[in-house]
């Protein structure tokens, strides 16, 4: 694999790393609500629903493609669904909270956070569908394809990890700098950007 290769596959996974999804919405929703801590152990979970999808995609799991493909619709509606019910629920709870101040900050469990993001993560099939076209089209066929293949998949989770850790501490060092009413404000908004996370999933089609 040329470094001119290499050098034009990371810059993909930075656009792709950059461009909105589930992922991003339950990260960003996360770390508006509750900061960093929250933010980085949501992020733990998406990238470890990564890296799983990763390394069934690079392990040539047809079985685990087909059945993917197969429940394409039923997977996506199942993460659509749990995003949209976090986002209800994060709205529910910015409107019972009322005046600013009137409650003292929510703590969020640090293994509900890692697990919604695993399971949002994962709920995204398309994923690994879209893995599986774009990782050969890096793959040099007169060298060892699997060397090269596992090489692509750790840039893949890493890349994607950085930028996603990168844009999180932007939000958390933005939101520490917000006085009480904009922190409940940023609630609100939590829920909003929660909500449009999973209407794009629902709206995914299969790549």
Request: positive net charge.
């Amino acid at each position: 694999m040329s470094p001119e290769v290499l050098a034009a596959f990371i810059a993909t996974c930075i656009l792709l790393g950059l461009t909105p999804g589930p992922n991003m919405s339950l990260i960003l929703a996360s770390t508006l609500t509750s900061g960093l801590r929250a933010g980085l152990l949501t992020l733990a979970g998406t990238t470890t629903g990564l890296a799983l999808l990763v390394g069934a995609a690079t392990a040539g799991m047809s079985s685990v493609l087909v059945f993917m493909s197969d429940w394409f619709d039923v997977i996506r509606c199942i993460g659509a669904l749990y995003l949209v019910y976090l986002g209800a629920r994060q709205l529910w709870a910015f409107w019972q909270r009322g005046a600013p101040g009137t409650l003292p900050p929510r703590r969020a469990c640090g293994a509900n956070l890692y697990f919604d993001g695993l399971l949002v993560s994962l709920s995204n099939p398309k994923v690994l569908l879209f893995l599986g076209a774009f990782l050969p089209q890096f793959i040099d066929p007169a060298r060892d394809a699997v060397l090269q293949l596992s090489l692509l998949a750790v840039l893949f989770v890493t890349v994607l990890a950085a930028v996603d850790v990168g844009y999180t501490l932007m939000v958390a060092r933005a939101r520490a700098s917000f006085d009480a009413a904009r922190l409940r404000l940023l609630d609100g908004l939590a829920g909003v950007v929660l909500l449009l996370g999973g209407v794009a999933l629902a709206l995914a089609r299969r790549p």
